[in-house]
């Protein structure tokens, strides 16, 4: 009598079922590097290209200082216009300006110097939020909202520390990939005196490129104690590279 082969027959099959689950594993995850890998791209075209596009712009920007926990009422206020050139990077100009004295030197203009500083050109670039600058992966859970817009979140650790460098999360527009939001802690203290700050920077589109909108600085430092910087921005004026 012929012994049937089925259990040689289901030995075979187990094997190629595995087989192909292992193929199809290693595609899919195959397929979503090539996709974190494309979206990468994009954010970094994104960045270059409003580089590249504009030229120059004006923006008010308005400063708030507060301490102790009172979010209500402001150590000190600066209103400032800020000039940005292509060619030679930012200017500031102090229209107004109220309360502390010494937080208006030692915090206030100590940031718009270091904001010049690193807007200078040759410098600057080393800031863009780009791989060049951070390592950037696609964190998982798709497209979530963000801001009232739909995002992707891709996570970004500093290819060097700086106290400009943001070790956090980037939120990306999920249609276009220009930044939405940035959300992390600076990289480095900016001085043995101040610990490490969080930072939050909104942004909108303006004139077709992300614009800061708000920024917020949560700090604490041997001189001022806990400390939160605001930043408000309103009424953009673009120059922009006229399209071929």
Not at 38 to 54: G, H, L, P, Q, Y
Request: positive net charge.
């Amino acid at each position: 009598m012929r012994v049937p082969k089925t259990p040689r027959r289901i030995h075979l099959l187990l094997c190629l079922f595995l087989f192909l689950s292992a193929s199809f594993s290693n595609a899919l995850a195959q397929a979503q590097q090539l996709d974190e890998a494309s979206i990468i791209r994009r954010v970094d075209a994104v960045v270059k290209a409003r580089f590249e596009t504009v030229l120059s712009f004006t923006v008010l920007e308005h400063y708030a200082v507060y301490r102790d926990g009172d979010q209500s009422h402001p150590a000190a206020e600066m209103t400032v216009r800020t000039s940005y050139n292509k060619d030679t990077g930012k200017s500031y100009t102090i229209l107004s300006h109220s309360g502390s004295g010494l937080i208006q030197h030692f915090v206030l203009e100590s940031l718009l110097d270091s904001e010049k500083k690193v807007n200078e050109p040759g410098t600057r670039e080393v800031s863009w939020f780009t791989s060049d600058n951070y390592e950037m992966k696609l964190k998982p859970g798709g497209v979530q909202q963000m801001d009232g817009r739909d995002c992707l979140a891709v996570s970004m650790n500093p290819r060097r520390k700086a106290p400009n460098m943001i070790e956090g999360t980037l939120w990306v527009d999920a249609r276009d990939f220009s930044a939405v939001r940035i959300e992390g802690t600076s990289s480095k203290s900016p001085s043995l005196l101040t610990g490490p700050a969080h930072v939050m920077r909104q942004y909108l589109p303006v004139d077709g490129f992300p614009q800061a909108i708000h920024a917020r600085a949560e700090s604490d430092s041997a001189l001022f104690g806990k400390t939160i910087v605001t930043i408000d921005y309103q009424n953009y004026e673009i120059k922009s590279r006229p399209a071929k």
